[in-house]
């Protein structure tokens, strides 16, 4: 199994794996066409390897795609998992749609930028002047509800499996439960209706590397993102995630020729 790879850090020790730089992709067609696996190329680089050098990639298009963007990732869950979707509202960022929206909204809300990760671009709306305030730094208005919760379950998915699950506490300034904003990683036993409901949605949707946050409402899970490319400070071993990245590909890969003799290729990553 030949793998090339666009990301050095997440494929670090990798075999029989190639390390090109995004930016130079095109200089190497051929190799790209004949890798078994593409793994973590850059969102922009996906029309160009999937449906132009006819490449399987990794993390899933479905990953990429729906992870890209919390509106259509929310319309997502919507579409297969409303009861378990905080009550969300998304509308245009026009005069007439500001006014519907915090008359709509019980107070305290969430309001979002649809593009941001680590607990960046997340307002708790209090009052009508954090309500402007964020206005005045989004396209589109992306609300929801409050849920009243001190932390949150980072349920990690490689391939069709849960790799692992821990709690993540509220940072000491509170509302943030993300480690990246102050939050704090907590290993006692996760419930089995987290995992569960982030299983349901990677397997539905198709994604195959996401680190999904699932809060619990009395004993109740509800999703509220996942983010495609996440931390590793919650896996206890570093190289678990590598295993079970390989493990998945390898289960997927079809072989090119299963007659022919096998090719044990470099034992460790070519930076090219």
Known sequence: ??????????????PDTTVLKPEHFLKHKELLREADWVLFPEYWQLNALV?????????????YRIGHDKVEMTRAF???????????????????????????MSYPFVAKLPKASMGEGVWLIET???WQRYCDRTDVLYTQEYLPIDRDVRVVVIGDR???????TQADQGFYNNVAQGGRIDTSPVPEAATGLA???ARELGVDHAGFDIVMVEGYPFVLEFNRLFGNQG?????????AILEYLM????????EGPTDPGPLWPIAV
């Open 235 to 243: 896996l206890t071993q570093g190289g678990e995630l590598q295993a």
């Open 128 to 130: 009508r002047e954090d």
């Open 162 to 168: 849960v790799l692992t699950a821990y709690w993540r």
């Open 1 to 14: 199994m030949h793998l090339v790879s666009f990301d050095v850090f997440r494929t670090l020790g990798f």
């Open 78 to 104: 919507q579409a297969i998992a409303p009861e378990h979707t905080p009550w969300t509202l998304i509308e245009a960022n026009g005069v007439q749609e500001r006014e519907m929206v915090w008359d709509a």
């Open 251 to 258: 289960r997927q890969t079809d072989p090119r020729n299963p």
């Open 199 to 201: 299983l349901r949605l």
């Open 51 to 63: 449906h132009g050098l006819k490449c399987r990639v990794f993390p899933s298009i479905a990953s």
